[in-house]
């Protein structure tokens, strides 16, 4: 639904120019992951359970995704794919994830994963 409604749209400033934007018409990674987290909490789903995750992508580019945990295990929400897919089926480099406890914290992710 939220990949639909935001049309793709790269950040070329980089971070000086960096705004994470709920439903905005165009938008960038970050702007799809708040998105998504935003419908969720919405829904009812709480928020220890969507984080916000920085991975790195194969070309070296840093990403935003929306990880999702459940009990049937960890799932990735990314605007590069309409797939839903488990975190370690992801071609991704995780860098860090949102701590659950607090959504100003980031945790750094160690080499087991997330």
């Not at 909490?41 to 929306?66: F, I, T, Y």
């Not at 295990?73 to 071609?91: A, E, H, Q, Y």
């Not at 949102?98 to 980031?106: F, I, N, R, T």
Request: charged residues 25%; glycine residues 8%.
């Amino acid at each position: 639904m939220v990949n639909q409604a935001i049309e793709p749209a790269r950040n070329e400033l980089g971070l000086a120019g960096e705004e994470w934007t709920i439903n905005p018409d165009r938008g960038d990674c970050n702007d799809y992951a708040v998105s998504k987290r935003h419908e969720l909490l919405r829904r009812g789903w709480p928020a220890r359970v969507l984080l916000l995750s920085e991975v790195v992508m194969r070309s070296g580019e840093h990403h935003l995704v929306l990880l999702v945990r459940t009990r049937s295990g960890d799932f990735v929400l990314d605007n590069l794919t309409p797939r839903i897919k488990p975190w370690s089926r992801t071609p991704y480099r995780w860098v860090r994830v949102q701590s659950a406890g607090s959504d100003g914290l980031w945790v750094t992710v160690g080499r087991e994963g997330v």
